[in-house]
């Protein structure tokens, strides 16, 4: 197979690269008026603005060509129509056809998925629409008034993000809460508030192996069992959303109480699924299909528009522009709203679980930096915190902005002001600052120039610091499923030209691994020779001062 760096596009691209290090984002602008309405693409949803990158007509013709000579579009047709693109999983990679709402069904090996995907799908309204009218009543006849998810990873982050996210559209009715660490601060916390007659708990898993997740459903169930001194309530208060059948009904949940689940769905890609059971609870089941319609309209864009405006394609590009031709290390993620403050923490597993990898899929190592390292925080808290980094640190972060023209809940002029520090911050991370202009503005307020020299330094930005702009009318359940689907789409274009299997995960297995063996040596009481002698003697201290 022939490695991504004997390509010509990349060949040049790597060449350019140094060029383009030269250059500063001022200078472009200044060259080219037409800069913003040639980089920036108006899906459906929202405005995608990516002309503040150190790009050039020249970047964007190579790097187009580097999608062209990786073959994007024919990959995009594998994953679509079910290939078993995640080769060392052997498995279809089929998120999408969980929100396929074209009247052509999604057919694999020659079975019709989009039929079984209906029925979860009825089966979620259904259970949904109950708990929520109250017809779904506790073991002593009251309805339900709180639902704890129990799962982690992909079984945690998307519907807690969302349900988070959303929360202006919920009737607050019902409460869901979120149990995803094994520290059991966590599980004690949630369930000191909750009565348990009034309680369901869903446990979501797709292997329903994880261990931490079947622990904090152990405690939910003796929690439950404690109060109701009866088993037979676990069939009104305790569901699963898994596809192993016989392990969660080995578990004590009833079959019918069992929310199916595919190993074709990755769990970082799956609350599209089952598992956006909390989702539709807590929302209502008109709004979880909402969501889907917004991730199916990024599809359709991905599918439909020309490689050159498709805009999951081009931040694919972009990342692997600024980090691998460009040599940045992290992204970050600054969403200018409050109600996205999990998304950061989401994206990190879909990105870096997806993409944190350093073999191709030949089996090869990989000799350049595949993805960067992502973190984030709320923009504004994000400001008073870690932005003077991102202004004059020495390393460069490219940024992701996101807000909208229309804020969830309007108070006086919050959102005006929310938003002038969002364009700002953009500007600002371009333009920066030089010297001059620092001496100019000092000398006009009147500042001595000794102090002026003192303090010139310290005050100039440099700025060409690249972000991407992503303005949404309005956090809508439609507009943020378009947006998780476009970081979606982003995350297997970017796997796809760096030669990465996206799908699997083989990096979390060794420490889970370890794990369970230090568990047994510390339940037993008795330490391996084996170990290093920071782990050994780390446990050892551990046990010594354990209070029994
Ligand atoms: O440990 C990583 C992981 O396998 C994720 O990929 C997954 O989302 C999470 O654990 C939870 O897995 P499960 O749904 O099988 O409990």
Redesign the pocket.
């Known amino acids: 197979m022939t490695s991504r760096t004997s390509l010509p596009s990349w060949q040049k691209l790597t060449a350019h690269a140094e060029e383009m290090k030269q250059q500063h984002m001022v200078d472009l602008f200044a060259k080219d008026s037409e800069r913003f309405s040639k980089y920036s693409i108006d899906t459906s949803q929202f405005l995608f603005d990516y002309s503040k990158n150190v790009m050039s007509d020249e970047t964007h013709a190579l790097l187009l060509n580097l999608a062209k000579e990786c073959d994007v579009e024919a990959w995009r047709e594998k994953m679509f129509t079910g290939e078993r693109i995640n080769k060392t999983e052997n498995r279809s990679v089929l998120h999408t056809a969980l929100r396929n709402h074209s009247s052509t069904p999604t057919i694999v090996d020659g079975k019709n998925i989009s039929e079984g995907v209906q029925k979860a799908l009825n089966h979620v309204k259904a259970f949904s629409d109950k708990v929520r009218n109250g017809e779904w009543l506790g073991y002593s006849g009251k309805r339900i008034t709180d639902v704890v998810s129990i799962?982690?990873?992909?079984?945690?982050?998307g519907p807690q993000m969302v349900t988070e996210a959303l929360n202006e559209y919920a009737n607050d009715e019902i409460q869901v809460h979120y149990v995803s660490n094994v520290d059991g601060t966590q599980v004690a916390n949630v369930l000191r508030e909750l009565t348990p007659e009034t309680t369901l708990f869903i446990v979501?898993?797709?292997?329903?192996?994880?261990s931490e997740?079947m622990t904090n459903a152990t405690t939910a169930m003796q929690w439950l069992v404690a109060s109701s001194f009866n088993k037979s309530a676990i069939a009104k208060h305790f569901v699963a959303v898994?596809s192993n059948k016989e392990k969660a009904t080995a578990f004590g949940i009833e079959e019918e109480n069992i929310f199916d689940m595919w190993d074709w769905v990755?769990?970082?890609f799956?609350l599209w699924s089952t598992?956006g059971l909390p989702i539709a609870i807590y929302l209502g089941f008109d709004y979880f299909v909402e969501l889907l319609e917004g991730a199916s309209e990024m599809d359709y864009h991905f599918c439909n528009t020309p490689l050159e405006s498709n805009a999951p394609v081009i931040m694919a590009l972009l990342s692997v522009w600024n980090t691998t031709f460009l040599g940045s290390q992290s992204q970050v993620i600054l969403p200018y709203d409050q109600s996205l403050h999990m998304l950061p923490a989401y994206l990190q597993?879909a990105e870096m679980?997806s993409n944190g990898k350093s073999t191709s899929w030949d089996g090869k190592q990989i000799s350049y930096t595949t993805v960067p390292a992502l973190w984030g925080e709320i923009g504004i808290n994000g400001q008073h915190a870690f932005y003077q980094y991102l202004h004059q640190g020495n390393t460069i972060v490219p940024a992701d902005f996101i807000g909208s023209v229309e804020s969830l809940i309007p108070v006086d002029n919050h959102h005006d002001i929310l938003m002038s520090n969002f364009f700002a911050q953009t500007q600002a991370l371009m333009q920066g600052v030089t010297e001059a202009q620092v001496r100019e503005e000092l000398t006009a307020k009147g500042m001595p120039t000794e102090e002026i020299d003192k303090v010139a330094p310290h005050k100039v930005h440099k700025g060409n610091r690249p972000s991407n702009t992503i303005l949404m009318q309005k956090l809508t359940p439609k507009a943020l499923g378009s947006l998780v689907a476009l970081y979606e789409h982003k995350i297997f274009v970017q796997g796809i030209l760096l030669q990465i299997c996206s799908f699997d995960?083989w990096g979390?297995?060794l420490g889970?691994g370890l794990a369970n063996n230090i568990h047994a040596e510390l339940t037993d009481n008795k330490i391996s020779e084996h170990h290093d002698s920071s782990t050994k003697g780390l446990m050892t201290f551990y046990k010594k001062n354990q209070i029994s």
């Open positions: 799962g982690v990873g992909g079984s945690n982050l979501s898993s797709k292997t329903f192996t994880t997740t898994s990755g769990g970082r799956s598992i597993q679980e995960q979390v297995e889970k």
